[in-house]
């Protein structure tokens, strides 16, 4: 019994930061054009009639508005099973990210599938990708640098490893291999999306906004197979980085060279770990961020559903933090087995180096 009366406690909690977020005019009661406006605020638009079509279901005293008491005791005695949880300030909790800068889009309405929204999410979310993964490439080209050099007689540092970039190929060199890393980008999309809605059909989930574990079965899956479909882009990108200046005259040039003297296989060098490293990422980022969200939820969300965006970006960093913490290693094992050219070393070779320190990991 007081598990239950707890649950009524938390849930009516809820109820009541959705009804604040809903009541535009504060006055403690929801019309219809304040329902028109708050769904049209989450891509759905819906008619007058339609409004006032679910205003009636509430409505007790026939008064065509919503007050707190009616807004409660419906939801807590006729609850839905499927509406999004104060999706419209939490939007992280539905994308789910599989490392990498790898995100499955997570729940689209139909409303948004059938109007297009959701290709002008896609596109803009590859827009700042483009732009995100540009202004970090010499961070990323100088943590590729340290997975493969670096050791316990040879201890790279960031101002060193700047320095020996710009020294070798001048500053341009800082964004070696950014090209295929920005053009893998569409690929990475378009796989990913279709994989995603499709494993939701497999699992048998008829419901627009999944549960956490099947979130974190369907975007693993999705992740998964839209990596196995890009992987020898990832290859050509860290034998970029890692190529001299005038090693390679460009992406073809690259892949030429080492489909010449290696052969096809090389092109899936570290794919096992890297397909490895999407679970722990996947499922900690995600327990990370809904525990968080909840905790925030629990002290301090009195007034509003809003979180503002510093507490966004401080579960966001954390729980990230948190993913690539636990899937580095593997990461680290990756890019090795990626860069080897001739000799190619196996996943126990390199666990077995790296396990004398495991700061090597990192």
Sequence with gaps: FEEFVHYLRDHEKKLRLVFKSLD??????????????????????????QAEKIL?????NGTMTIDWNEWRDYHLLHPADNIPEIILYWKHSTIFDVGESLMVPDEFTAEEKKTGMWWRHLVAGGGAGVVSRT????????????????????TMGIAGGFAQMIREGGLRSLWRGNGIN???????????????????????????????????????LAGAIAQSSIYPMEVLKTRLALGRTGQYSGIMDCAKHIFKKEGLTAFYKGYIPNVLGIIPYAGID???YET?????????????ADPGVFVLLAC??????????????????RTRMQAQAKTCYKITHILAFCSHNLLLFY
């Design 286 to 288: 995600l327990a990370v």
């Design 56 to 60: 009636k279901s509430m409505d007790k």
């Design 182 to 220: 920005v053009l893998k980008i569409a690929p990475e999309s378009a796989i990913k999306f279709m994989a995603y809605e499709q494993i939701k059909r497999l699992i048998g989930s008829n419901q627009e906004t999944l549960g956490i574990l099947e979130r974190l079965v369907a975007g693993s």
């Design 316 to 333: 966001g960093t954390m729980s990230s933090t948190c993913g690539q913490l636990a899937s580095y290693p593997l990461a680290l094992v």
């Design 24 to 49: 535009k005019k504060n006055d403690g009661r929801i019309d219809s054009q304040e329902i028109m406006q708050s769904l049209r605020d989450l891509g759905v638009h819906i008619s007058e009639e």
């Design 135 to 154: 202004c970090t490439a010499p961070l990323d080209r100088l943590k590729v640098l340290m997975q493969v050099h670096a050791s316990r007689s040879n």
């Design 292 to 304: 968080l969200k909840n905790w925030w939820l629990q002290r301090f969300a009195t007034d509003s």
